[in-house]
């Protein structure tokens, strides 16, 4: 609670409140920093060596490749004020086509490239169409992602006739041992999606209008941009980056599944949120949710270590999306939350 | 003129307030018929109670699910409240059967446990959403989390009832006739919400607090007693479901309430209830249930595998909500 | 009746026009005869504006005189029902905002309109990246450096185009909205543009308001144009060359400042007098002695404080303020909408606190508020259930509702307050406005509440039902109740009020007997609410 001085003037005591509350944004702005520098003092003190130890920062840099391109995807969704909840289903189908289509044990059809192009497309068609039903049909975006979860649950499940294909490709087969600069290929392939998304969210009209469109949807509307077009653009956009996590996925495994993406919307959700974009919508950013990944990452990684049974993991993530939405929700004895 | 016109929107409200039903209604028509005169079998005694049967939980939980959404919130922990559920009621029953002379002692304890654990997390949900404002979307996926993951910390494998303690869940295989008592149970209890929905005077606040939850606060309505009620109730309900399913089976599974939550939103919205709030009822509730189960049942028959049966709620999900949803309202805002 | 008045608007008008010289010959807009109709009332009543290029135009008037609603139209927020407009001599009909703009007319909105996450460059070209893109990259140099030059032409200087308006202070914010409008204008190429400014002084101290004439005065010397809203009208003395009066959705004149007083304005803003009538005022009751309510050194932060006033049975009491003056949140504090800040508050002698309005009710205090749509009605629901929205309880035999007291209850009410509803039923989505409201008379005066806090009872309804409200608050006092009232207009407060309380900027600045016999003048009470 704010303290409050009855001895000033309305107008002072206006602009105290506004002074206030600009102090306490500002703390929260520095919080998930502060948090990700705690958590590895701790865990450095805890865990020795075992912890802050060259290969296990690459082993955090390995973990961290497939959570980060999730989280990238739903930042932008987050940034609207909407929410995608298809993830474990996008991730899962994308990681299955990729592997289908490329030499495999259970089938035939070698399209090496190509088999990207079909995964990640399939993946941003869904986006499109969770847009299309969010945007035209009015559906809540919580509502449509989560029917869509299950839909390509069971389109990646059909895709394989349930015998998961084993990946047999050289090549593929060979990078998740591939190093590069002393940093995984993979790594690398999400650090460059993060740039992608880094230089969306900053250089171009489209990453500006997100934040707007999250903001306040009646401003870009009355100076002429599309809200509709915005919004679809970014579900589209989730669903490429979801396409691209699949393969990650895919490509670690050595297998299509769909239990590949089972498991990652919590994480990408808990690294969002703690990263310090709002469910509100309008704040935030990639660069919020690099520092929320990371946290996810050292925090999963320092359980580990200490040997916390894996199952906890879950509902540490579920009760850190709780406190997280806790601390920055709008609250207020008039404020309706549904 | 202005009458005309009032009038026409009317019938054009009461048609679009009842599509769903009229939808559901003929829906269960077409497939009974289709799948009797298909499938051989299908209208069989064995097939027919068992569809009844395994009615129940789903039943329960979407009475439940229906108070919810009707006054405009959601919760996307049911299913896994109900595995929690599920897997303390077997559990302790394993962990006490030699502790307590008689089996029925040790039972309806488990169960016991089971239902205050329900209460519980549906109190702390509500609590977390009506005090603390979060989304209720947001909050339940957060104790989805939690509670799957307690779930996995109880037990990993699937757990069987010992044969001892089979007399105690005995009560879920009586029947009369196909109607088995499991869904005797679940209609009396879905019966009892539509009364208390439609004529108690907290019920009553439900279809207000959905309609226009600000309009109910200025007009004295104690709105957040209402929501937290009904949240506890419903944290009640689908451990309720969770004691019924491990009484279906004789064992426990950590993961077996997941799928239900899709199919409760199915059933509900089917069954004509809002997304938006303040429009549907438990009645409703009840065909769009039998909906669900009935085409479950049906591809379940053919040998439709569960994945692409989820596929087909999905796409029954987003058509019912958005044959639902009123868009006639100029420039709102759907997040 | 409209007919009448809009004649009367327009002769007032043609009467006061005649003397005006202004700084330029050249009308850059004019708008004639523009009406507006809200469901079924008039918001606008045949309204007249003419604007020359190069001057500052205040609008004044009381809160409903129509002054947001015609900027609206004149932004193309909203549609006149009839109408013309003129700019630069042409035909003028924006569909939208972004029409206007086109055309050289920019609003600088009452609530911002920037975009806080964003800096100030992508602010003032939001919307407009396009002219700077180079590939599917936006040049952010070459922005922030238009930016810079847009920024100097309101002299801000000291703030780089990159820094994040949530950075910013509420003044600058409004600087940079203000440029930001001049440069949306400017791309219209046209060479004289309007610029509205709606009440934009009410965050800004002294020396912020300064600035801002000075700024406004620089915006006319290039020979654009102002349109300048206030409630403060010692602001629109100071900084406007000509002034219009507005009152009741019609023109009542307009007259060059320099022969403009205060004294001058309140009287063409106020009007008639008081008919007795129309208010019933044969049935004011006097106020018995026992207090109700009483509300000691009230205040919520940043908004009102040091409230203090006794409600006593029988009594109306008139809280008067334009908007931002705190009395509606007076109202909401009261019935436990919002938690207050400071001081204490007394029902019957009990002190009492309440967490939510249904805390309230339980000591019998019940608002009908302001936004029938979105706070006063459930659309959803049937004629009686709204009814008995208040009153569940009471409509209970043992568990249950009793289905045929609810019933009885709605046909009571719909036959005593005459509701137009084909049967009770009916669902209120149905109704017209003063019915709706009609409803939530019934429901509030069926909750068995003694002190009944009405904010702004007859907005949005018709004449006729605006007078059946009228009895109906007569049959209140006579029961025994006591009624806060916010009144739509000063007019309304002084003719049902037995007290008025005056506010302004969130304190009490003047208090008025008002017996049936011995009303306030209206310029009395409009002289402390500006």
Same mark, same amino acid.
């Not at chain 1, 296990?56 to 909840?85: K, R």
């Not at chain 3, 002299?155 to 202070?169: A, C, E, F």
């Not at chain 3, 006097?286 to 919520?300: A, S």
């Given at each position: 609670?704010?303290?409050?001085?009855p001895?000033?003037?309305?107008?002072?005591?206006?602009?105290?409140?506004?002074?206030?509350?600009?102090?306490?944004?500002?703390?929260?702005?520095?919080?998930?920093?502060?948090?990700?520098?705690g958590?590895?003092?701790?865990?450095?003190?805890?865990?020795?060596?075992?912890?802050?130890s060259?290969?296990?920062?690459?082993?955090?840099l390995?973990?961290?490749?497939?959570p980060?391109v999730?989280?990238?995807?739903?930042?932008?969704?987050?940034?609207?004020?909407?929410?995608?909840?298809?993830?474990?289903?996008?991730?899962?189908?994308?990681?299955?086509?990729?592997?289908?289509?490329?030499?495999?044990?259970?089938?035939?059809?070698?399209?090496?490239?190509?088999?990207?192009?079909?995964?990640?497309?399939?993946?941003?068609?869904?986006?499109?169409?969770?847009?299309?039903?969010?945007?035209?049909?009015?559906?809540?975006?919580?509502?449509a992602?989560?029917?869509f979860?299950?839909?390509?649950?069971?389109?990646?499940?059909?895709?394989?006739?349930?015998?998961?294909?084993?990946?047999?490709?050289?090549?593929?087969?060979?990078l998740?041992?591939?190093?590069?600069?002393?940093?995984?290929?993979?790594?690398?392939?999400?650090?460059?999606?993060?740039?992608?998304?880094?230089?969306?969210?900053?250089?171009?009209?489209?990453?500006?209008?997100?934040?707007?469109?999250?903001?306040?949807e009646?401003i870009?509307r009355?100076?002429?941009?599309?809200?509709?077009?915005?919004k679809?653009?970014?579900?589209v956009?989730?669903?490429?980056?979801?396409?691209v996590?699949?393969?990650?996925?895919?490509?670690?495994l050595?297998?299509?599944q769909?239990?590949?993406?089972?498991?990652?919307?919590?994480?990408?959700?808990?690294a969002? !949120?703690?990263?310090?974009?709002?469910?509100?919508?309008?704040?935030?950013?990639?660069?919020?949710t690099? !520092?929320?990944?990371?946290?996810?990452?050292?925090?999963?990684?320092?359980?580990?270590?200490?040997?916390?049974?894996?199952?906890?993991?879950?509902?540490?993530?579920?009760?850190i999306?709780?406190?997280?939405?806790?601390?920055?929700?709008?609250?207020?004895?008039?404020?309706?939350?549904k | 003129?202005? =009458?005309?016109?009032?009038?026409?929107?009317?019938?054009?409200?009461?048609?679009?307030?009842?599509?769903?039903?009229?939808?559901?209604f003929?829906?269960?028509?077409?497939?009974?018929?289709?799948?009797s005169?298909?499938?051989?079998?299908?209208?069989?005694t064995?097939?027919?109670?068992?569809?009844?049967?395994?009615?129940?939980?789903?039943?329960?939980?979407?009475?439940?699910?229906?108070?919810?959404?009707?006054?405009?919130?959601?919760?996307?922990?049911?299913?896994?409240?109900?595995?929690?559920?599920?897997?303390?009621?077997?559990?302790?029953?394993?962990?006490f059967q030699?502790?307590?002379v008689?089996?029925?002692?040790?039972?309806?304890?488990?169960?016991?446990?089971?239902?205050?654990?329900g209460?519980?997390?549906?109190?702390?949900?509500?609590?977390i959403?009506?005090?603390?404002?979060?989304?209720?979307?947001?909050?339940?996926?957060?104790?989805?989390?939690?509670?799957?993951?307690?779930?996995?910390?109880?037990?990993?494998?699937?757990?069987?009832?010992?044969?001892?303690?089979?007399e105690?869940?005995e009560w879920?295989?009586?029947?009369?006739?196909?109607?088995?008592?499991?869904?005797v149970?679940?209609?009396?209890?879905?019966?009892?919400?539509?009364?208390?929905?439609?004529?108690?005077?907290?019920?009553?606040?439900?279809?207000?607090?959905?309609g226009?939850?600000?309009?109910?606060?200025?007009?004295?309505?104690?709105?957040?007693? =209402?929501?937290?009620?009904?949240?506890?109730?419903?944290?009640?309900?689908?451990?309720?479901?969770?004691?019924?399913?491990?009484?279906?089976?004789?064992?426990?599974?950590?993961?077996?309430?997941?799928?239900?939550?899709?199919?409760?939103?199915?059933?509900?919205?089917?069954?004509?209830?809002?997304?938006a709030?303040?429009?549907?009822?438990?009645?409703?509730?009840?065909?769009?249930?039998?909906?669900?189960a009935?085409i479950?049942?049906g591809?379940?028959?053919?040998?439709?595998?569960?994945?692409?049966?989820?596929?087909?709620?999905?796409?029954?999900?987003?058509l019912?909500?958005?044959? =639902?949803?009123?868009?006639?309202?100029?420039?709102?805002?759907?997040? | 009746?409209?007919?009448?008045e809009?004649?009367e608007?327009?002769?007032?008008?043609?009467?006061?026009?005649?003397?005006?010289?202004?700084?330029?010959?050249?009308?850059?807009?004019?708008?004639?005869?523009?009406?507006?109709?809200?469901?079924g009332?008039?918001a606008?009543?045949?309204v007249?504006?003419?604007?020359?290029a190069?001057?500052?135009?205040g609008?004044?008037?009381?809160?409903?005189?129509?002054?947001?609603?015609?900027?609206?139209?004149?932004?193309?927020?909203?549609?006149?029902?009839?109408?013309?407009?003129?700019l630069?001599?042409?035909?003028?009909?924006?569909?939208?905002?972004?029409?206007?703009?086109?055309?050289?007319?920019?609003m600088?909105?009452?609530e911002?309109?920037?975009?806080?996450?964003?800096?100030?460059?992508?602010?003032?070209f939001?919307?407009?990246?396009?002219?700077?893109?180079?590939?599917?990259?936006?040049?952010?140099g070459?922005?922030?450096?238009?930016?810079?030059?847009?920024?100097?032409?309101?002299?801000?200087?000291?703030?780089?185009?990159?820094k994040?308006?949530?950075?910013l202070?509420?003044?600058?914010?409004?600087?940079?909205?203000?440029?930001?409008?001049?440069?949306?204008t400017?791309?219209?190429?046209?060479?004289?543009?309007?610029?509205?400014?709606?009440?934009?002084?009410?965050?800004l101290?002294?020396?912020?308001?300064?600035?801002?004439?000075?700024?406004?005065?620089?915006?006319?010397?290039?020979?654009?144009?102002?349109?300048?809203?206030?409630?403060?009208?010692?602001?629109?003395?100071?900084?406007?060359?000509?002034?219009?009066?507005?009152?009741d959705?019609?023109?009542?004149?307009?007259?060059?400042?320099?022969?403009?007083?205060?004294?001058?304005?309140?009287?063409?803003?106020?009007?008639?007098?008081?008919?007795?009538?129309?208010?019933?005022?044969?049935?004011?009751?006097?106020?018995?002695?026992?207090v109700?309510?009483?509300?000691?050194?009230?205040?919520?932060?940043?908004?009102?404080?040091?409230?203090?006033?006794?409600?006593?049975?029988?009594?109306?009491?008139?809280?008067?303020?334009?908007?931002?003056?705190?009395a509606?949140?007076?109202?909401?504090?009261?019935?436990?909408d919002?938690?207050?800040?400071?001081?204490?508050?007394?029902?019957?002698?009990?002190?009492?606190?309440?967490?939510?309005?249904?805390?309230?009710?339980?000591?019998?205090?019940?608002?009908i508020?302001?936004e029938?749509?979105?706070?006063?009605i459930?659309s959803?629901?049937s004629?009686?259930?709204?009814?008995?929205?208040?009153?569940?309880?009471?409509m209970a035999?043992?568990?249950?509702?009793s289905?045929?007291?609810?019933?009885q209850?709605?046909?009571?009410?719909?036959?005593?307050?005459?509701?137009?509803?084909?049967?009770?039923r009916?669902l209120?989505?149905?109704l017209?406005?003063?019915?709706?409201?009609?409803?939530?008379?019934?429901?509030?005066?069926?909750s068995?509440?003694?002190?009944?806090?009405?904010?702004?009872?007859?907005?949005?309804?018709?004449?006729?039902?605006?007078?059946e409200?009228?009895?109906?608050?007569?049959?209140?006092?006579?029961?025994?109740?006591?009624?806060?009232v916010?009144?739509?207009?000063?007019?309304?407060?002084?003719?049902?009020?037995?007290?008025?309380?005056?506010?302004?900027?969130?304190?009490v600045?003047g208090?008025?007997?008002?017996?049936?016999?011995?009303?306030?003048?209206?310029?009395?009470?409009?002289?402390?609410?500006m």
């Amino acid at each position: 609670m704010m303290k409050l001085n009855p001895a000033a003037t309305i107008t002072e005591e206006f602009a105290e409140r506004i002074k206030s509350e600009n102090r306490s944004a500002r703390m929260m702005k520095l919080a998930p920093l502060m948090v990700l520098i705690g958590m590895i003092i701790v865990f450095t003190i805890i865990c020795r060596t075992q912890f802050f130890s060259p290969s296990n920062l690459l082993t955090i840099l390995n973990q961290m490749a497939l959570p980060l391109v999730v989280a990238l995807g739903l930042t932008f969704v987050i940034m609207l004020g909407s929410i995608d909840l298809s993830i474990d289903g996008t991730v899962g189908m994308a990681g299955s086509l990729f592997a289908c289509f490329v030499l495999n044990t259970e089938f035939g059809f070698n399209l090496g490239f190509f088999s990207v192009v079909i995964a990640v497309g399939v993946c941003m068609l869904c986006g499109l169409a969770i847009g299309l039903c969010h945007v035209y049909l009015k559906i809540p975006s919580f509502m449509a992602s989560f029917a869509f979860m299950y839909i390509c649950k069971g389109i990646g499940m059909i895709s394989y006739q349930g015998h998961p294909p084993t990946i047999t490709d050289p090549v593929i087969k060979a990078l998740p041992t591939t190093y590069w600069l002393g940093v995984p290929f993979i790594t690398w392939v999400s650090l460059l999606m993060f740039v992608l998304c880094l230089f969306i969210q900053n250089y171009t009209a489209f990453g500006r209008h997100i934040y707007a469109v999250g903001t306040n949807e009646s401003i870009p509307r009355s100076v002429g941009v599309s809200v509709e077009k915005v919004k679809i653009g970014v579900f589209v956009l989730a669903g490429f980056l979801f396409g691209v996590a699949g393969i990650i996925g895919a490509i670690r495994l050595g297998q299509g599944q769909i239990a590949i993406g089972s498991g990652k919307m919590f994480p990408a959700q808990a690294a969002v !949120v703690v990263g310090g974009t709002s469910l509100a919508g309008g704040k935030g950013g990639v660069v919020n949710t690099i !520092v929320g990944v990371l946290i996810m990452t050292v925090l999963d990684n320092g359980l580990l270590i200490l040997g916390v049974d894996p199952n906890i993991r879950t509902g540490v993530q579920g009760i850190i999306i709780l406190v997280a939405v806790i601390l920055t929700v709008a609250r207020g004895a008039k404020v309706i939350s549904k | 003129m202005t =009458t005309k016109t009032s009038l026409a929107a009317k019938n054009r409200g009461g048609v679009r307030e009842n599509i769903m039903k009229y939808f559901s209604f003929s829906a269960i028509i077409i497939l009974v018929v289709a799948l009797s005169l298909t499938q051989e079998n299908w209208l069989g005694t064995t097939n027919l109670s068992n569809l009844l049967r395994d009615t129940a939980p789903l039943m329960i939980m979407s009475a439940g699910m229906t108070m919810v959404l009707l006054f405009g919130s959601i919760d996307l922990s049911m299913g896994a409240v109900c595995s929690v559920s599920n897997v303390t009621y077997v559990h302790f029953i394993l962990a006490f059967q030699d502790v307590f002379v008689s089996p029925w002692i040790a039972s309806v304890l488990g169960m016991l446990v089971s239902l205050a654990f329900g209460l519980g997390s549906g109190i702390a949900l509500g609590l977390i959403h009506v005090k603390l404002k979060v989304p209720s979307f947001i909050a339940s996926l957060g104790f989805m989390s939690l509670w799957q993951s307690v779930a996995l910390l109880i037990t990993q494998n699937p757990e069987s009832v010992p044969k001892a303690m089979w007399e105690t869940i005995e009560w879920y295989k009586v029947s009369f006739g196909v109607l088995g008592l499991p869904l005797v149970f679940a209609l009396i209890i879905i019966v009892l919400f539509y009364c208390i929905t439609r004529f108690t005077p907290s019920g009553r606040a439900i279809f207000a607090i959905g309609g226009n939850e600000r309009t109910a606060r200025v007009a004295g309505m104690n709105v957040d007693r =209402t929501k937290l009620i009904v949240f506890a109730v419903n944290g009640v309900l689908a451990a309720l479901a969770g004691i019924f399913l491990a009484a279906n089976l004789r064992s426990s599974a950590p993961t077996i309430g997941d799928a239900f939550t899709l199919k409760i939103v199915a059933a509900c919205a089917l069954g004509g209830t809002s997304l938006a709030g303040g429009k549907g009822s438990e009645l409703g509730t009840i065909l769009g249930v039998f909906t669900v189960a009935i085409i479950e049942n049906g591809m379940n028959f053919i040998g439709v595998d569960a994945y692409s049966q989820n596929v087909v709620f999905g796409i029954f999900v987003l058509l019912a909500i958005a044959i =639902t949803v009123d868009r006639r309202v100029r420039g709102q805002i759907v997040k | 009746m409209s007919e009448l008045e809009r004649k009367e608007g327009r002769a007032a008008v043609a009467e006061a026009a005649e003397p005006v010289h202004s700084i330029s010959t050249e009308v850059l807009f004019s708008a004639k005869d523009i009406t507006k109709t809200f469901g079924g009332t008039q918001a606008l009543k045949g309204v007249e504006l003419e604007v020359h290029a190069g001057e500052i135009v205040g609008l004044v008037g009381e809160n409903g005189a129509g002054k947001s609603t015609l900027l609206k139209i004149i932004i193309g927020a909203q549609p006149q029902s009839s109408g013309t407009m003129t700019l630069h001599g042409q035909p003028y009909e924006p569909k939208t905002p972004m029409d206007a703009n086109k055309a050289g007319v920019g609003m600088v909105f009452q609530e911002q309109s920037l975009i806080v996450t964003l800096n100030v460059a992508q602010n003032i070209f939001f919307g407009h990246e396009k002219e700077f893109k180079s590939g599917p990259v936006i040049n952010w140099g070459k922005m922030n450096k238009e930016a810079a030059e847009v920024l100097a032409e309101v002299d801000i200087t000291d703030i780089p185009p990159t820094k994040k308006v949530s950075d910013l202070n509420f003044a600058t914010r409004q600087m940079v909205e203000i440029a930001k409008v001049i440069n949306v204008t400017k791309q219209s190429g046209a060479d004289h543009c309007l610029i509205l400014l709606d009440e934009p002084t009410s965050v800004l101290n002294e020396a912020e308001v300064e600035n801002l004439y000075k700024q406004m005065r620089k915006i006319a010397d290039r020979g654009h144009a102002v349109i300048f809203v206030s409630h403060h009208l010692d602001e629109i003395l100071h900084i406007t060359d000509r002034i219009y009066v507005y009152k009741d959705g019609t023109s009542v004149g307009s007259l060059d400042t320099k022969d403009a007083t205060e004294a001058k304005l309140y009287e063409m803003m106020v009007g008639h007098d008081t008919t007795t009538e129309y208010y019933h005022l044969d049935r004011q009751t006097t106020p018995k002695d026992d207090v109700l309510l009483e509300v000691k050194d009230l205040g919520l932060h940043g908004i009102f404080k040091h409230l203090n006033f006794q409600l006593h049975r029988g009594e109306v009491l008139g809280l008067c303020g334009v908007v931002g003056s705190g009395a509606e949140e007076v109202c909401e504090v009261i019935c436990g909408d919002e938690k207050p800040s400071f001081g204490e508050m007394y029902v019957k002698g009990q002190k009492v606190k309440f967490g939510a309005p249904h805390q309230a009710l339980a000591k019998g205090i019940l608002m009908i508020p302001k936004e029938r749509l979105f706070e006063g009605i459930v659309s959803t629901l049937s004629v009686e259930d709204n009814i008995a929205l208040s009153n569940a309880k009471a409509m209970a035999k043992g568990p249950f509702v009793s289905a045929a007291a609810v019933r009885q209850q709605a046909d009571r009410w719909i036959k005593d307050l005459r509701i137009k509803t084909s049967g009770a039923r009916e669902l209120l989505m149905q109704l017209s406005g003063g019915n709706q409201q009609k409803v939530v008379f019934s429901r509030a005066l069926a909750s068995g509440a003694d002190i009944l806090l009405l904010n702004h009872p007859t907005r949005g309804v018709d004449v006729g039902a605006k007078e059946e409200i009228y009895a109906l608050i007569r049959t209140m006092t006579d029961e025994g109740k006591a009624v806060i009232v916010l009144g739509d207009t000063t007019d309304e407060c002084i003719g049902l009020c037995s007290r008025l309380i005056v506010m302004k900027d969130g304190l009490v600045t003047g208090e008025f007997e008002a017996p049936a016999d011995h009303k306030p003048s209206q310029i009395d009470v409009v002289s402390l609410m500006m």
